[in-house]
């Protein structure tokens, strides 16, 4: 059975950090691509930033130089510092484990609430 779990959101001042992660079972991490997306009321889902099975990082712009994501294989579990929280990063994180080549999956966690308040 297939799992994401979400955990480490919650409630934070402006300017503080929070790390989340993204715990997988029935998937092999190595060989997925690990994302984070987040998504607002009445907003689409939006990609935060991803991580390749070899390594390679993208970040969105909006990101870039406070969120860090990381990945362990050994536990496969993936991460997502945060740093430098700003009220406009206040969503539902989503886990996101995906992979194009056979076999193909695209799998999500139930999200975990991030909250910034200024």
């Known amino acids: 059975q297939v799992q994401l779990v979400e955990s480490g959101g919650g409630l934070v001042q402006a300017g503080g950090s929070l790390r989340l992660s993204c715990a997988v079972t029935g998937r092999i991490l190595s060989i997925s691509t690990m994302a984070w997306f987040r998504q607002t009321p009445g907003k689409q889902r939006e990609l935060v930033a991803d991580i390749a099975s070899g390594g390679s990082t993208n970040y969105a712009e909006f990101v870039k130089g406070r969120f860090t994501i990381s990945r362990d294989n050994a536990k496969n579990t993936m991460y997502l510092q945060m740093n430098n929280l700003k009220p406009e990063d206040t969503a539902v994180y989503y886990c996101?484990?995906?992979?194009?080549?056979?076999?193909?999956?695209?799998?999500w966690g139930q999200g975990t609430q991030v909250t910034v308040s200024s």
């Open positions: 996101n484990a995906r992979r194009i080549s056979y076999p193909r999956y695209d799998d």
